[in-house]
Every structure is written in structure tokens, then in C-alpha cells.
């Protein structure tokens, strides 16, 4: 499945797992902050952590799905299966097909050539760095994204269930370190989105790839 030769920017399976992604993960964002209501402070309780500004910060009702705390909780869990099976399938499909070279971060060099594509979009830099379907900063961010939900399946699992996995819990240094984490993540995946909308402004063709699937290449 990995031949040379050419193929569509962005394949089916691609394009159907990106899309599944963008109501996923809003429901999870959201489900995610009505369960912070109930609870809005990160640190033990009677504790909390003295060095976070936004302690007891509530959440606006508009950027809330679930009601309360139970309708949170069922909607989050409910998206975040499929979050999970939905980045193994988009996984598997770019490892077996060798996708996974043009999208991810594949040499050390990729690094340099990271700040190099920020430096020339900063005008910093006349010309950019060499360049696949992606150049070194998207890949670099693409996979540093799934390292990110990696983190956050791993923090949500240690909050869902810290006593049978007390040993996940611990990893992040104790439940309330694994929800600050994930929470963490939540604010980090959104920047993500941030930085993806601008790079799709910065090179449009790319949002007509992921719904057409583009010319093999």
C-alpha cells in the first residue's frame, strides 16, 4: 500500500477521519467544561494550586453541552470513544499506506526546518524551506498534535478511573495533576485549531484538498 508512485493529497480515508474530528472534538470541548463547573478549581481540595490565575473560573453557559454535570459527563465519554477509534483508524490507515511519511515528522532536521517556515512566515526569511505535502512546521505540528492526544486519552483515563489505574494516575503525579493536565490539553488542543485555521488561510488549495481529495500528485 505504500507504493511511490503518484496519489491524492488527501486520500478518503484521510478526509473522513479529519472531518469526523471537527464535531468530536467540539462536543468534547464543551462537554468538558460542564464538568468543570462542577469543580473549577485545579489542586487539592482545600489546596488548590496558588500558581493558577484562573482558579474557581466558570465557564460561560454558551461554550457548555450537557446541562449539568451527568449530561457532561455522558456526552464527553460517548465523543471521546469516538475520538479514540476514529485517531486509531486515521493512524493505522497512515502507517499501513505510508502516509505517515508525508505528513509526519520524519528527521531531525525537520526542526530546523520548522523555524525556518516560521521565520519566513514572520517575513523574517525570504525563501521557505523545502517542502512536501506539508512543510517542516505543519509536520511538526501534526505530530506533536498526536502526542497531545495521546496525553489527553492517557490524563482522561486517570481521572475517569484513578483507583484501577492508579498507576496512569500516578504517572502525572496523582489525580489532581492528571486533571489539571488534561485540562491543560483541552487549552493546547485549541490552540492547535488556532494555528490549523491559519495555516488553511495561509495556503487555501490545502481546504479544497481535504474535501475533494485533490489531483494525484
Do not use: C
Not at 29 to 39: K, R
Not at 55 to 73: I, K, S, V
Not at 135 to 149: C, D, H, I, K
Amino acid at each position: 500500500m505504500s507504493g511511490d508512485g503518484p496519489r491524492r493529497p488527501q486520500p478518503w480515508p484521510i478526509r473522513v477521519t479529519h472531518w469526523l474530528n471537527v464535531p468530536a472534538l467540539v462536543v468534547m470541548a464543551a462537554s468538558g467544561l460542564q464538568i468543570l463547573v462542577a469543580f473549577p478549581s485545579f489542586g487539592p481540595r482545600g489546596e488548590a494550586y496558588r500558581w493558577y490565575p484562573l482558579q474557581d473560573w466558570t465557564p460561560p453557559e454558551w461554550m457548555r453541552l450537557g446541562h449539568w454535570l451527568a449530561g457532561g459527563r455522558a456526552l464527553h465519554f460517548a465523543f471521546a470513544w469516538l475520538l479514540v477509534v476514529n485517531g486509531i483508524v486515521y493512524l493505522g490507515y497512515a502507517l499501513a499506506s505510508g502516509e505517515w511519511r508525508r505528513r509526519f515528522v520524519r528527521h531531525a532536521r525537520d526542526a530546523r526546518g520548522a523555524v525556518e517556515m516560521a521565520l519566513y512566515y514572520l517575513r523574517l526569511r525570504e525563501q521557505p524551506p523545502e517542502s512536501d505535502l506539508y512543510n517542516p512546521l505543519q509536520r511538526v505540528v501534526y505530530t506533536g498534535a498526536l502526542g497531545l492526544a495521546v496525553v489527553e486519552v492517557a490524563s482522561g483515563l486517570a481521572i475517569y478511573k484513578p483507583v484501577q489505574l492508579s498507576w496512569l494516575a500516578a504517572a502525572f503525579g496523582g489525580y489532581d495533576a492528571a486533571r489539571f493536565v488534561h485540562f491543560a490539553g483541552l487549552v493546547a488542543l485549541a490552540a492547535f485549531v488556532v494555528g490549523h485555521v491559519v495555516m488553511v488561510a495561509l495556503h487555501p488549495r490545502a481546504s479544497v484538498e481535504m474535501v475533494t481529495g485533490g489531483k494525484p500528485r
